[in-house]
């Protein structure tokens, strides 16, 4: 079964999608020249599906196929993840209007057209993912997530390579902290992956019901969790639900672009990335976005790495 996604305003897959190859593998989004899989579960079961598209970032076309799938159950349930993973709703026209009022923001967005964020479908991956970026660089956050999904993820085949579902919250109550400890995490963020993972599965956290809530609740309730602080909540906030009105500013990262594009590469504080973050409204997240864009870039261009 397949279905075509109907994307309003410009899409450049290629470049929105590259997120989950550029620090390293990624066995729960494999990307491969023109196609994305990824498995969906409905009903108990998992489903692999694929992302196919076409075009430039003005004329894409998005083709979700589920091979093998006869209800249409499973196809909406692929076609809900697949339109998040593309940044669907995200009025980026809009934002681009915007942006022409910025100095930095309009000299970006020619350079990146078409880019949006990823918007990662599952909460609890999303705040797992998390904690395996704590204080390390993201090609070894990677490489922790990779091979905590090996382990107690579902392993499927497409395409004639092996695909994985990322590990349930029961899985990974039950998980050993000295096993992920053996995996190179430490004795701290095995601990908080374990405690996350048994009030996510005994019900005591409930990850779908944050998006019914205000910022400074999801904020709240996340950071009582040990393991959470303010810059995981506002990350969740920002690609877990895809909310405009939040910029992370303590992320090492969204510091350094603001310090390189606004201040000469001289420090700024938390406090003063905020108040300019602010004066954009519904579009810090996108705005902030392409500031990280931005800064790879420069970095690729001078040779400063990733």
Known sequence: MDALLDIPGPLDLARTLSRFQTWGEDPVNRVSEGVFRRAVRVDGAWHAYELRWTGGP???????TVPGARSPHVLAAA???????????????????????????GELVPHFRG?????????????????????????????????????YGTRLETAGEPLFAFPEP?????????????MKFSGRKAEY??????????????????????NEDIIETLTAVRGLG??????????????GD????????VRKAFERFYNRGRP???????????RWGAHQNLAVHYLLAGLRLARATTGGGA
């Open 79 to 105: 076609v809900g993840e697949a339109r998040r993973l593309c940044g669907a709703d995200l009025d980026l026209e809009s934002f681009y209007l915007a942006a022409k009022t910025d100095r930095v923001l």
């Open 58 to 64: 003005d004329d894409a076309q998005v083709r979700v």
């Open 115 to 151: 880019l949006r964020p990823t918007l990662m479908p599952e909460p609890f991956d999303m705040l797992v993912s998390a904690i395996c970026a704590q204080q390390v660089n993201l090609s070894f956050a990677f490489a922790l997530r990779a091979s905590l999904v090996r382990r």
């Open 170 to 182: 029961a899985a990974l109550a039950r998980a050993q902290v000295r096993h992920l400890r053996a």
């Open 246 to 253: 939040v910029c992370p500013a303590g992320d090492l990262a």
């Open 193 to 214: 992956i374990v405690g996350l993972a048994r009030r996510v599965a005994s019900g005591e956290l409930d990850l779908s019901g944050l998006a019914e809530r205000s």
């Open 268 to 278: 700024l504080s938390e406090r003063a990335i905020r108040r300019r973050a602010a």
């Open 230 to 243: 303010r810059w995981t909540a506002e990350w969740f906030i920002a690609r877990g639900l895809g909310r």
